[in-house]
């Protein structure tokens, strides 16, 4: 073939998608947490304008980000688990077991913190693979295993608190049992005090008559979920095994083909959600002092909507860790942004509701439209 005949075979010969430009506009919608960047714009705009200017101080920032932190850790295991293309329902009973475990563990048999929180995690990753076991080997959906896990887990926890504090459903005496403990900083109060202090007495943040600055610290929860959130993204954007839950999650029989350990990976996943869910039951347990039979009642839809806005497909292989986290926001600015206003925070539920709706009609219908992925 002659090298005028090539030349034209060459250009003649289709050209690889994958090499293709996309406008930025494309590019744009192709990003998973477009859709809970904007839904954080909108809501913040509308804050503006409806709540009280004091909501959008430093105070009434952490006051928001407190329980968007406690969620947004739910929310990026749930997320990561859900990319791989399996669900977690049982992950707001989990809250409250493992606060059981955690909390038996820390004041019933009086062991110290650092060994109460290992033999908590330690059954947080015997549920979390026992989840995945049964998913796995059964063939039945993740939906179904871990929806009887919320029912079996809430009831171990009401037999076991019964238990544990002699026929009460709550447990107190955390906060007292953990103090003294080296590792007590790490899991409650407020970070940087020090730093706080200085910036109240330089008259950089606000104060009280006394002089106290009004925000003592960052709670620590937000600092975990600020860790979570970029540990997260860094394992889904720049490591293998980031590429092996997506490939786990888009078409887990292709993966096996290409030597992917698809079960490896999502009983990790499963592994980390229960993991996620026994972190975030110590934050709230040694910060109230006590846990009780409630405690994260309905936390695993929330950790789900927060996902979906996030990007997350209900189809598996595609999300992101940081659209989660934008999403965890939106939902802590809503919940409490509403006590700034004189609107009734029962309106908190439609909002919920509302925003999986809009989040999964993005994802499945406007995203096809503009890029053309499934």
Known sequence: M????????????PSDERLKRVSTFTALVR????????????????????????????????????????????????????????????????????????????????????????????????????????????????????????????GLTLVGLKWASGGSTQLRGMREAAEGSPLAPFFSGDAFQGLFRYLADAGVIATFPNGDPQVPGVPVEILWFLAIAVLATWVLLRTQFGNWIFAAGGDPRAARKSAVPVARVKTTLFILTACCATLVAILTVLDAGSTDARRGFQKEFEAIIAAVIGGCLLTGGYGSAIGAFFGSIVFGMVLIGLTYTSIDQDWYLVFLGGMLLVAVMFNNVIRKRVTGER
């Open 2 to 13: 002659s090298t005028g005949d090539a030349s034209k075979a060459a250009a003649s010969a």
């Open 31 to 154: 990003r998973p947490e477009l859709g809970a960047v904007a839904g954080l714009v909108l809501v913040t705009v509308f804050f503006l304008f409806t709540a009280d200017a004091s909501m959008f101080t430093l105070a009434g920032v952490m006051n928001f980000m407190a329980p968007a932190a406690q969620l947004g850790i739910l929310a990026i295991g749930a997320a990561l688990l859900m990319i791989g293309g399996e669900f977690d329902l049982s992950i707001g009973s989990m809250i409250a077991f493992a606060g059981l475990v955690f909390g038996t563990a820390l004041v019933v048999w009086g062991l110290p913190l650092s060994v109460s929180m290992l033999f908590a995690f330690a059954v947080a990753v015997a549920i979390g693979a026992t989840n995945a076991q049964i998913t796995l080997r059964t063939g039945l959906p993740s939906f179904i295993v871990t929806l009887a896990f919320l029912f079996i887990l809430r």
